[in-house]
């Protein structure tokens, strides 16, 4: 066995998971985050004693060992909660699930008429092949939904034309969605997708109740955390890694690795290997492209505004793209019942318009939007607070999935060196999936000790 440690880098539901089953498995890792909090994206950030979840993070899955450790991990926590989103179309309110009469009464009669028929004549039409987001969705919806309900939203959420994405996110996105299931289900059939559940769980106190518990759970089986740390370099012999230097209040300090387990970003993780990679590789991973996320957290002095935990905003009208409910996903979300505490969520680029706009600005922006979009008056709002994560999604670009390729070929050969998660992948996965791309990790690992 290594005496050198097995440290992992990202404290998120991948990391998290990975280092549960190396320590549970008589193998104590180290594990890197360069926040002060455990959770990656999934934590909890806490203002005011109001509790705001990034990014609004559902707990359900169809894998049994990872419900069934979320439910050993927070027995007494793990709230079962039932499902209820809308999207903002056309200035009105629509039920997510579908329902037939909703979208009917959004859209009108004729219109409904003109999307079916333009439905059916790319069902009949020899379907060429699809490679970018917007070939995929018309061939499966029709040219008239994709530019009505799709394009403005995915090009909000992603930053850039439709025909600029691959198809693939469409394919996992949507994945087993169609006109005829989408009617189906809204007509009250019985077959749901996945995505579309009408009960997930969550813990009491948001997600990062969850992650603070396999950190205690990690501690106890020797575990370790090195938090407020970030990785700067990956000093490497030939196919093996050495050591890791990690960057932390002005100082550094290389600490040895017997083996490394990564979920931060590939193109991150190239940049910082040491020697570096080829030059081909190199470029390979500086074309990967992510987006960025804001969520302004606001106070509003009303108790209670609207019914659902989330509504995504397919409107071009406001910046927003999704609004959380905190209070309606779990009542101990906010310490006072007589208030509501709200999310709004911004996608960006670091460097544009919106990631540029300091607090202050963000939290006016989302009070006027809230109230352009009907939800609370901006007199209602009293307090706001700005969270900003870098690497929130990875982008599927028309090349992305041959460069992504480049980049794990070069990193498989490295002996002791395994990426794991939605940014160690680049891949736009759910926490359950990518939880358990962090447990095949630490297996395969054991595996190699």
Not at 116 to 122: D, F, I, V
């Amino acid at each position: 066995m290594h005496r050198d440690p097995a440290v992992i880098v990202g404290a998120g539901p991948a990391g998290l998971a990975s280092a549960y089953e190396l320590a549970r498995r008589g193998v104590s890792p180290l594990i890197v985050d360069k926040r002060p909090h455990v959770g990656g994206m999934a934590r909890t950030e806490t203002h005011q004693g109001f509790r705001f979840d990034i990014g609004g993070h559902r707990f359900f899955t169809n894998l049994p060992e990872i419900q069934l450790l979320w439910e050993e991990t927070l027995p007494d926590d793990f709230l079962p909660v039932e499902r209820l989103s809308r999207i903002y179309f056309q200035d009105r309110f629509i039920r997510y699930p579908l329902e037939l009469s909703d979208v009917l009464q959004t859209v009108g009669l004729a219109e409904g008429i003109r999307i079916l028929a333009s439905y059916l004549r790319s069902r009949i039409r020899t379907t060429r092949e699809a490679n970018t987001f917007e070939q995929w969705v018309s061939s499966r919806f029709g040219p008239r939904l994709y530019e009505r309900f799709f394009r403005s939203y995915t090009e909000k959420v992603w930053g850039v034309p439709c025909t600029e994405l691959a198809s693939r996110l469409a394919a996992e996105r949507i994945q087993g969605l169609s006109l005829t299931s989408a009617l189906w289900s809204a007509l009250g059939g019985r077959k749901r997708l996945k995505t579309l559940t009408d009960r997930f769980h969550y813990p009491r106190q948001g997600p990062g109740m969850m992650w603070e518990a396999f950190c205690r759970r990690i501690q106890s089986l020797g575990g370790s955390f090195y938090l407020n740390s970030e990785l700067v370099r990956v000093r490497r012999e030939g196919n093996a890694v050495r050591a890791v230097t990690l960057a932390r209040e002005g100082r550094t300090y290389e600490i040895p690795a017997g083996h490394l387990i990564t979920s931060i970003p590939l193109r991150d993780l190239v940049s910082r290997l040491s020697p570096g990679p080829p030059a081909e590789v190199a470029r390979a991973a500086g074309r990967l492209a992510y987006r960025d996320f804001i969520l302004v957290g606001l106070i509003a002095d009303q108790n209670a505004l609207f019914q659902d935990q989330w509504i995504y905003i397919h409107s071009p009208d406001v910046a927003v793209g999704r609004i959380q409910n905190f209070k309606n996903w779990s009542p101990a979300m906010v310490p006072d019942q007589k208030k509501t505490g709200l999310g709004l969520e911004y996608f960006c680029t670091r460097g544009d318009a919106l990631w540029s706009m300091d607090d202050k600005t963000l939290i006016h922006k989302a009070a006027y939007e809230l109230e352009h979009l009907g939800l609370a008056r901006r007199t209602d709002v009293k307090d706001g607070v700005v969270y900003r994560q870098t690497e929130a999604y990875p982008c599927y670009l028309m090349d992305s999935s041959r460069d992504v390729a480049t980049v794990l070929h070069y990193l498989s050969g490295m002996t002791n060196l395994k990426t794991i998660g939605r940014n160690g992948l680049h891949q736009y996965d759910n926490q359950d999936q990518a939880m358990l791309t962090g447990i095949e990790a630490a297996r395969r690992l054991v595996q190699d000790l």
